[in-house]
């Protein structure tokens, strides 16, 4: 006791405590949150023409572009296989444009048209439509996205 030392007796679940209970589960609670969310912002993009990964690419891009493929796999975090026929879609709607490296044939380029750019005066609305429509206060929100950031962080 002299030390400044307190100790915490550690309490027991109660008896009926179930670790499999669907609505304990982190996974859950994750899932159904982003279901909802990207469920939210569909409704938001659908005036756009762009589906839910599609928009996610296009702010990569806008963000800067041109960029390669790889560069954009590593930032949605999404593997090539599904990144090519996406980006296939964009590029029939005359939004993006591939092109291959001049100094790397390997890497693929994807760059934005003059239509690709244009959508971006358009999607400026969807992050405020999006905010306006969760139950949360925008401080709370703020915190949400940045303690979801550094759990990203640590499992990355």
């Known amino acids: 006791m ?5 100790e915490v007796e550690e309490a027991s679940p109660p008896p009926d405590f179930n670790p499999l209970q669907l609505d304990l589960q982190l996974c859950f609670t994750l899932y159904s949150a982003s279901n909802l969310v990207t ?17 996610l690419a296009m702010l990569v891009l806008w963000e800067r572009a041109p960029q390669t493929m790889g560069d954009i796999s590593r930032r949605l975090r999404l593997d090539s296989g599904t990144l090519a026929p996406l980006f296939g879609r ?6 993006v444009r591939r092109t ?13 048209t003059p239509e690709g750019e244009a959508l971006r005066t358009r999607a400026m ?3 405020a439509g999006a905010y306006g429509q ?4 925008h401080e709370d929100l703020v915190r949400l996205k940045t303690d979801l950031q550094r759990l990203v962080d640590g499992l990355s």
């Open 100 to 112: 291959r490296d001049a100094d790397d044939e390997r890497r693929v380029l994807v760059d934005l």
């Open 134 to 137: 969760l139950p949360l206060p």
């Open 2 to 6: 002299g030390d400044g030392v307190v």
């Open 39 to 55: 469920r939210l912002y569909r409704q938001l993009l659908e005036p756009l023409g762009l589906t839910y990964s599609q928009y």
């Open 125 to 127: 609305a969807v992050p």
């Open 90 to 95: 964009l590029e029939s709607r005359g939004l």
